[in-house]
Each structure stands twice: as structure tokens, then as C-alpha cells.
């Protein structure tokens, strides 16, 4: 089965780093570019970060530039968000997600819940 | 960056109607166009592709149209399991925006 998975979320101050992960299987994951998507509670869909299939092509939303890198390991078939400075903002479901044909998102993760309050 | 704006915000429609929603660019972005159903509790599903393509194992009674900078989105007759939230993405340049959502819901 396709899919990818992600976790790591949790509950934190403000100030504070995290890092998420995203487990790809059923798939060559070496072949498709990944991105980070994050809807924060009865809100949108939000667009955070994007990596290509090499890590050659990066791009965040400018919300978080500066303070969230991400990464990916195609030997582990894993995607990454480190995530520091966290703000109250930053409060969301992230969903990880599959760039598929012509760069729509076709495959999605359940979502990690992060938390940033005091 | 590049802004999505939809139209209606939200739509109240019965079972069997048409619906179609609007998304608009602030720019051109070509067919680079994305739209995705979304159900409470539930993770983004996609639907169309490059602004006209459907999505495999996505039902024939959704269609998609547009270019540049005006797309459609359109359910010939609405189905029970179609009440939902529709957002549209651009993924023509980072930041790859999405549109507010457009929320169907029964009338």
C-alpha cells in the first residue's frame, strides 16, 4: 500500500524546537518530490516547506523562514521538519504529502498534531 | 507569492444539483493547478490535476477547467458522499499557495 506516515508532534512552549518525520512505503520515494502542509485548528490548508527528489530544490512559506529546515533521507525513506522558535501560530495538524504527477499532492499522511502554549 | 482567492466561500446545494466553483490566480500560472476535497476529521483527497485531469478513482461526475489565471471547478450532480470543503493549490512556484476553501454543505 502507498502511503506515508508521519509523527513526532506534541505539545510545547513557545521557544521551543520539535522535529517531525514522515515515513514513505509502497513507493520509490527517491523518485518524487515531498512537501509539508499544516492546517491549524477550523482553518485552511497552509503550505509550509517543499524539497525535491535530490534536496537540490527547497522552499518554505515565509511564515517560517529562517526558523524550520527540511530535510529528507531517501536512504530511510523518510522526510523531516525541524521546527525551532516555535510560535503559538505555528499551532497545526502537519500533514505530510507526496508531489506526484505534475506536482499535485496525491498521497497525504494522516497528520501530527503540534501544540505550542505555554 | 502568488494568491488564491475562491469563490463562493461556502455553497448550499442539494443532492442531484450542479455545482461549480470558482479559483482565481493573482497571476498566470499556466495549468499549474491542483483541487482537493477535504472531509472533517480527514486528510486532503485530490481530485484534479494540471486543472483538467482527473485524478484516478475519482468519480467522472467532477471536472475540472481553466488556465492562466481563472479555473473551475465543477460536480455535474452532487452526491451525498460530496459534502465536503474544496480547496484549490497552485503548484506552479514555491510558495505553493491554497485557495481559503469553498465548504458544500446540504441545503
Known amino acids: 500500500e502507498v502511503q506515508v506516515v508521519e509523527s513526532g508532534g506534541d505539545l510545547v512552549q513557545p521557544g521551543r524546537s520539535l522535529r517531525l518525520s514522515c515515513v514513505a512505503s509502497?513507493?520509490?520515494?527517491?523518485?518524487?518530490?515531498m512537501q509539508w502542509v499544516r492546517q491549524a485548528p477550523g482553518k485552511g490548508l497552509e503550505w509550509v516547506s517543499g524539497?525535491?527528489?535530490?534536496?537540490?530544490?527547497?522552499g518554505y512559506v515565509d511564515s517560517v523562514k529562517g526558523r524550520f529546515t527540511i530535510s529528507r533521507d531517501n536512504a530511510k525513506n523518510s522526510l523531516y521538519l525541524q521546527m525551532n522558535g516555535l510560535r503559538a501560530e505555528d499551532t497545526a495538524l502537519y500533514y505530510c504529502a507526496r508531489a506526484g504527477r505534475l506536482k499535485a499532492f496525491d498521497i497525504w499522511g494522516q497528520g501530527t498534531m503540534v501544540t505550542v502554549s505555554s | 507569492d502568488i494568491q488564491m482567492t475562491q469563490s463562493p466561500s461556502s455553497v448550499s446545494a442539494s443532492v442531484g444539483d450542479r455545482v461549480t466553483i470558482t479559483c482565481r490566480a493573482s497571476?498566470?500560472?499556466?495549468?499549474?493547478l491542483a483541487w482537493y476535497q477535504q472531509k472533517p476529521g480527514k486528510a486532503p483527497k485530490l481530485l484534479i490535476f494540471a486543472a483538467s485531469r482527473l485524478q484516478s478513482g475519482v468519480p467522472s461526475r467532477f471536472s475540472g477547467s481553466g488556465s492562466g489565471t481563472d479555473f473551475t471547478l465543477t460536480i455535474s450532480s452532487l452526491q451525498p458522499e460530496d459534502f465536503a470543503t474544496y480547496y484549490c493549490?497552485?503548484?506552479?512556484?514555491?510558495?505553493?499557495?491554497f485557495g481559503p476553501g469553498t465548504k458544500v454543505d446540504i441545503k
Open positions: 509502497g513507493f520509490t520515494f527517491d523518485d518524487y518530490a
Open positions: 524539497i525535491s527528489w535530490n534536496s537540490s530544490t527547497i
Open positions: 497571476q498566470g500560472i499556466r495549468s499549474w
Open positions: 493549490q497552485q503548484v506552479n512556484s514555491f510558495p505553493f499557495t
